[in-house]
């Protein structure tokens, strides 16, 4: 290859983006976080959510149910409502699903409580949602926990 074709591919791969990743939010407020979350669920932005989940230990079922209670309708609906509140066991979301125990993988500090709306209804009518996911703080950063089977 001539040394100008492999500075312009060069270029042409820079400039387009081509292997540049979502930045990774790394809140360390609880404004910033909020800000953070709301920013990549109102954009659409799936890689940068996930980045805000602590997935150490997680496997990939759980997964899988955590990126689904997080980004359920991203970029399509808008965030209307959203707090971090203290946290508290909640007895409407137990840990364990099918009688097997769930544990954190961060000791969690915060619920995040979030609403959302957009035109993804029946015939473009009006729906709703909400999300209520526990954040820790890891290393000084707030995080989603991530949850994972408590023994075999």
């Given at each position: 290859?001539?040394?100008?074709?492999?500075?312009?591919?060069?270029?042409?791969?820079?400039?387009?983006?081509?292997?540049?990743?979502?930045?990774?939010?790394?809140p360390k407020t609880r404004?910033?976080?909020?800000?953070?979350?709301?920013?990549?669920?109102?954009?659409?932005?799936?890689?940068?959510?996930?980045?805000?989940?602590?997935?150490?230990?997680?496997?990939?079922?759980?997964?899988?149910?955590?990126?689904?209670?997080?980004?359920?309708?991203?970029?399509?609906?808008?965030?209307?409502?959203?707090?971090?509140?203290?946290?508290?066991?909640?007895?409407?979301?137990?840990?364990?699903?099918?009688?097997?125990?769930?544990?954190?993988?961060?000791?969690?500090?915060?619920?995040?409580?979030?609403?959302?709306?957009?035109?993804?209804?029946?015939?473009?009518?009006?729906?709703?949602?909400?999300?209520?996911?526990?954040?820790?703080?890891?290393?000084?950063?707030?995080?989603?926990?991530?949850?994972?089977?408590?023994?075999?």
């Amino acid at each position: 290859m001539a040394p100008r074709t492999s500075v312009t591919l060069f270029l042409v791969f820079a400039m387009s983006g081509c292997g540049r990743a979502s930045p990774v939010p790394v809140p360390k407020t609880r404004a910033e976080f909020i800000a953070a979350y709301r920013a990549a669920y109102n954009a659409g932005d799936k890689p940068a959510v996930m980045a805000m989940v602590k997935w150490d230990g997680v496997p990939d079922d759980l997964r899988r149910v955590s990126e689904m209670a997080l980004t359920l309708w991203i970029g399509k609906h808008q965030i209307t409502s959203i707090e971090l509140v203290t946290y508290e066991p909640d007895p409407n979301l137990p840990m364990e699903i099918d009688g097997r125990k769930l544990e954190s993988n961060l000791p969690p500090t915060y619920w995040l409580v979030a609403t959302h709306e957009g035109r993804e209804g029946y015939e473009n009518s009006k729906s709703t949602g909400s999300v209520k996911y526990a954040v820790g703080i890891d290393k000084g950063v707030l995080r989603f926990c991530g949850v994972r089977w408590v023994g075999p």
